[in-house]
């Protein structure tokens, strides 16, 4: 029986489980390298938690930490397995979408929209999702097609207010 090698620090989030932010960097640039090599699509999904700091000044710690876990599982359940889902910081989530249009992608959005709210613990209503997404242009680096997803996502918080 092999024994499991454990995870640097910073590759696996303790909270979600999902993967961290050190590995988003290095799946970003091999995947962006990937679907330029063979021209597949790629689209990188980046979400954000609108409202967790209130939930966890009205509700407490503990309902936010829940509310981070189910969202973590809410995009875990939308992404196949050829998919990366990391939690990027406290209400940040990448997801990387192998071999996914960006039409594609706007289905999973919306999967992740309409389930979200859903998932989520009652007393919560507070609590939105956002979103942005992009896929690589030729010769674009992962970090430009990043900045435009990052693009999206601000303007979609935006929408919310």
């Given at each position: 029986?092999?024994?499991?090698?454990?995870?640097?620090?910073?590759?696996?989030d303790?909270?979600?489980?999902?993967?961290?932010?050190?590995?988003?960097?290095?799946?970003?640039?091999?995947?962006?390298?990937r679907?330029?090599?063979?021209?597949?699509?790629?689209?990188?999904?980046?979400?954000?938690?609108d409202?967790?700091?209130?939930?966890?000044?009205?509700?407490?710690?503990?309902?936010?930490?829940?509310?981070?876990?189910?969202?973590?599982q809410?995009?875990?359940?939308?992404?196949?397995?050829?998919?990366?889902?990391?939690?990027?910081?406290?209400?940040?989530?990448?997801?990387?979408?192998?071999?996914?249009?960006?039409?594609?992608?706007?289905?999973?959005?919306?999967?992740v929209?309409?389930?979200?709210?859903?998932?989520?613990?009652?007393?919560?209503?507070?609590?939105?999702?956002?979103?942005?997404?992009?896929?690589?242009?030729?010769?674009?680096?992962?970090?430009?097609?990043?900045?435009?997803?990052?693009?999206?996502?601000?303007?979609?918080?935006?929408?919310?207010?």
């Amino acid at each position: 029986m092999e024994a499991s090698v454990p995870k640097p620090a910073g590759w696996e989030d303790p909270l979600t489980g999902l993967d961290g932010p050190d590995l988003w960097q290095r799946v970003l640039v091999a995947e962006v390298a990937r679907a330029a090599r063979y021209k597949r699509p790629l689209t990188v999904v980046l979400v954000d938690l609108d409202g967790l700091d209130a939930v966890a000044e009205s509700w407490g710690i503990d309902v936010a930490r829940h509310v981070v876990r189910e969202t973590a599982q809410c995009l875990r359940r939308a992404a196949r397995s050829s998919d990366y889902c990391v939690r990027l910081g406290t209400s940040r989530y990448g997801v990387v979408l192998t071999e996914t249009d960006e039409i594609t992608a706007i289905n999973f959005v919306e999967r992740v929209r309409e389930a979200g709210p859903r998932a989520m613990p009652k007393g919560t209503d507070g609590i939105r999702l956002s979103f942005g997404w992009s896929s690589p242009r030729p010769g674009e680096s992962a970090d430009t097609m990043v900045r435009r997803a990052e693009i999206r996502l601000l303007a979609d918080m935006a929408s919310a207010v």
